[in-house]
């Protein structure tokens, strides 16, 4: 395994990425990089937001250097070979947009920058011949209205916020404001999940996203306390998901999505996959409503394929209920048929946690 100039990862280099490079933006107005579907082909929600362009004449390839959960496995990879572990990152999301603006509504989407604010702009934009292969001109349409970064601070200031980012309690959104609560440890219990204070048994019986787990107990588990609220200006919520990397004990590394949480007492299908939430949009005036998902999830999830002698890490995904994507607004304004658009009409916004690392 080599470095970008093509020298091999070695120990000191390990070191030094992991003390610059704490968290990574993994969602942001030119899409979202967590997975995907070619490389996490047991994901059904790895296709999300994905940008299908470069800034080269090229046809874009998935490369697994390109994306979030690869190089999160490939971190327990360099880590057993030279002790540290370079890919040890938290996850964030930004704007990267260039408006001065700090939204990411899908309802409220200005673009990445003032050439195309307005939707009789993006609309221009979109009519634009430019073929597959074509250097990126970032029509909005293509573009996703994202990201935010959340921040567990003690307080909002600036000495604060940087050491949430320093020890990684940090979590990446797609816009919607939800709340999202992650902790690891080996001694929750179910009732801990119907806690008014969460934070309180979090913190005092394990350790919060970003962090640390070893030394497992005899027949015991890493076993997530978790819990999500939705925004409170927007869509209920699907599902919670955990999803696990790790290295087993011939060198490979390996990947599984578990359903932990979910709401509207839906069944699992003979394929083992969950049941859908169901679909309330209308994209004829580009609305929703709340009358599937919840408003809160909370669970306490213990890992049923723990192996005490593998390292792994864990995080968590959360995903809303579907809304309409940003240019079906435009459509509904400009008296278009949202299939003009040829883009999806509906997303299901989500947060992810930052992980939590196991090592034996």
Same mark, same amino acid.
């Given at each position: ?10 120990? =000191?280099?390990?070191?030094?990425? *992991? ?18 579907? $070619? *490389? ?7 296709? !999300?937001?994905?940008?299908?362009? &470069? ?5 874009? $390839?998935?490369?697994?250097?390109? !994306? ?17 572990? /370079? ?5 964030? %999301? ?24 307005? /939707? ?33 601070? %003690? ?14 309690? $940090? ?11 992650? !902790? ?28 640390? &787990? ?5 027949? %015991?588990?890493?076993? &997530? ?16 998901? $955990? ?6 004990? =011939? ?58 002698? *593998?390292?792994? !890490?864990?995080?968590?995904?959360? &995903? ?14 400009? %008296? ?25």
């Amino acid at each position: 395994m080599v470095d970008s100039a093509g020298r091999p990862i070695t120990a =000191e280099y390990a070191r030094t990425r *992991l003390r610059w490079e704490p968290v990574v933006e993994m969602t942001q107005v030119k899409g979202t990089s967590e997975a995907h579907p $070619v *490389l996490s082909p047991n994901d059904e929600f790895a296709e !999300f937001e994905i940008f299908r362009r &470069l800034f080269i004449a090229q046809e874009p $390839v998935p490369y697994a250097g390109d !994306f979030a959960r690869p190089a999160l496995l490939r971190g327990l990879e360099i880590e057993a070979r030279t002790g540290t572990n /370079p890919y040890r990152f938290g996850l964030i %999301g930004s704007t990267d947009s260039h408006t001065g603006l700090s939204g990411a509504e899908e309802e409220n989407f200005l673009g990445a920058s003032a050439r195309d604010a307005l /939707p009789e702009q993006r609309r221009e934009a979109a009519a634009q011949p430019r073929p597959a292969n074509a250097a990126a001109t970032m029509a909005a349409w293509e573009l996703s209205a994202s990201g935010l970064a959340g921040v567990w601070a %003690g307080e909002n200031s600036r000495a604060a916020i940087a050491a949430a980012f320093q020890r990684k309690e $940090v979590y990446a959104t797609s816009g919607p404001r939800i709340m999202l609560r992650m !902790f690891g440890g080996f001694d929750f219990q179910q009732r801990h999940a119907r806690s008014n204070d969460i934070a309180a048994i979090g913190y005092g019986r394990g350790v919060p996203m970003g962090g640390d &787990l070893s030394n497992a107990p005899h027949n %015991g588990a890493v076993t &997530l306390l978790i819990q999500a609220a939705k925004d409170p200006a927007g869509a209920n919520l699907d599902r919670i998901q $955990v999803i696990k990397g790790w290295l087993d004990s =011939e060198g490979k590394t390996h990947e599984k999505i578990y359903n932990v949480a979910w709401s509207d007492d839906r069944k699992f299908q003979p394929d083992g996959s969950l049941a859908t939430v169901g679909d309330t949009v209308d994209v004829t005036t580009a609305s929703y409503t709340n009358t599937i998902g919840a408003a809160q999830l909370a669970v306490v999830w213990r890992d049923p394929d723990f192996d005490p002698a *593998l390292r792994a !890490f864990y995080y968590v995904r959360v &995903l809303e209920i579907p809304t309409p994507r940003h240019q079906v607004y435009d459509a509904v304004a400009l %008296g278009m048929d949202p299939a003009q658009t040829k883009q999806p009409t509906r997303i299901q916004e989500r947060v992810w946690s930052s992980p939590i690392w196991y090592t034996p």
